[in-house]
């Protein structure tokens, strides 16, 4: 093979090929240094004397389906000037590994189309191999990211497995870029972001979370200066959840059996936005006849669909008050369930209307956190925590969004 080929294909200059070898579906490409002189891997010093030899064998990108292996004698040396023993360097390849970086590069790229296990089975290696290699490129260029340029933050948390286990997320909302992947949910598992935002010297304007007290707490702590604001996705969350257990309520008390079998099934009708119903499966007509049989449900179900409103105001000082009329209505309804939620926005009333400001949300990382779920789904689970807050650092990134 000429040296050439050598370069072009393997990336392997300075050094000559004696022979090739086929031999069981693999090609073994045997090479020497070539005449260069020898110098200390360490200081660099050309003061040294030879010390033997260390065979070893490099696995390559294979060409086709054959696999190919690069082999050669490595000189050890002893430097005169700092004293060690130790084998010459190898341009095209980490001495503490047994590939070649043309075989990292080519495994990289593969990563980009699928999974480690169809990397692994593909190239006749340990799945153990192909996500060494992806660790430390990702630890190379996703483990500590910039945080001087923040200024917009969505908070969150996802659940990573049975048993309360979970993994809060920090997102920025301007790249949509994971800048931040901590262990459990609340102040603690934020305390090393907060830090690393400290010595960044970032200029935090506005962060969205959702109304926990602990994010609450932990936000206001550190980040004296930035504005809350309260997602309105979980608003909505929490009048669903309140409005499901009202229409549960409601037809257990119900004794008529018409009556309980108009409201029975159409929890999904009511949770439904109103242009998403389906009229071709009647669910419109459906939803009409449960609410003109029970007056508190449609009284409910009206003031959430009135709430909804609240973020399409054309300012701020109407935004609010549309909320305190809203807040007045459901107050004097007479219905336990709305006075309950009208008490819970105007304690976050602040955090809500702060949307007119900064019109921010967690939306973005609720999309994020799908992905998340998908990747985990694909790989069957991370045995390895840090790997997988890895690949969440990583998952803006189109070509290692979805690979397991």
């Known amino acids: 093979m000429s040296t050439s080929l050598l370069y072009h294909a393997f990336g392997i200059v300075g050094f000559q090929c004696t022979s090739t070898e086929y031999k069981s579906g693999q090609v073994t490409f045997y090479i020497t ?4 002189p020898l110098k200390c891997p360490s200081c660099k010093s050309s003061k040294v004397i030879r010390r033997g030899r260390k065979t070893r064998r490099f696995r390559a990108a294979p060409i086709g389906r054959k696999s190919v292996f690069i082999i050669l004698d490595l000189p050890r040396i002893e430097c005169k000037d700092c004293g060690v023993i130790r084998q010459i360097k190898v341009p095209f390849a980490d001495v503490r590994r047994s ?6 590069r080519y495994v990289l790229e593969l990563s980009k189309l699928t999974t480690i296990q169809d990397i692994a089975q593909h190239l006749g290696v340990g799945w153990d191999m192909i996500k060494d290699i992806q660790k430390r490129y990702l630890l190379k260029h996703f483990a500590q990211p910039e945080l001087k340029h923040l200024r917009y933050l969505a908070i969150d948390e996802i659940s990573l497995a049975k048993g309360h286990r979970y993994l809060t997320i920090v997102m920025d909302l301007e790249s949509g870029a994971i800048v931040f992947v901590g262990e459990g949910k609340g102040t603690e598992s934020l305390k090393p972001f907060f830090k690393r935002l400290k010595w960044s010297k970032a200029n935090i304007q506005a962060v969205a979370i959702d109304m926990s007290p602990a994010y609450i707490s932990a936000v206001k702590d550190n980040l004296k200066k930035a504005a809350i604001v309260f997602d309105h996705f979980h608003i909505v969350k929490l009048f669903n959840d309140q409005l499901s257990e009202f229409r549960r309520d409601l037809q257990r008390e119900v004794k008529d059996k018409l009556k309980k079998e108009v409201l029975k099934g159409t929890r999904w009708l009511l949770l439904k936005n109103p242009e998403n119903l389906d009229d071709t499966h009647n669910e419109r007509q459906r939803l009409e006849e449960a609410l003109k049989i029970n007056k508190p449900l449609a009284t409910v179900y009206y003031m959430k669909e009135d709430l909804r409103q609240l973020w399409s105001q054309k300012d701020k000082a109407s935004a609010l008050r549309f909320l305190t009329d809203w807040m007045e209505r459901a107050a004097t309804s007479g219905i336990v369930m709305l006075k309950k939620i009208a008490r819970t926005i105007g304690a976050y ?3 809500l209307l702060a949307y007119y400001d900064y019109p921010i949300s967690t939306g973005p990382l609720e999309g994020v956190n799908n992905k998340i779920k998908t990747l985990k789904r694909q790989a069957y689970g991370f045995r390895d ?8 650092l990583a998952i803006h990134k189109t070509k290692y969004a979805l690979i397991g």
């Open 99 to 104: 590939y070649t970086h043309n075989f990292e």
């Open 349 to 351: 009333r602040t955090g």
């Open 33 to 36: 240094p070539g005449d260069h």
């Open 385 to 392: 925590i840090l790997f997988f807050k890895l690949k969440i």
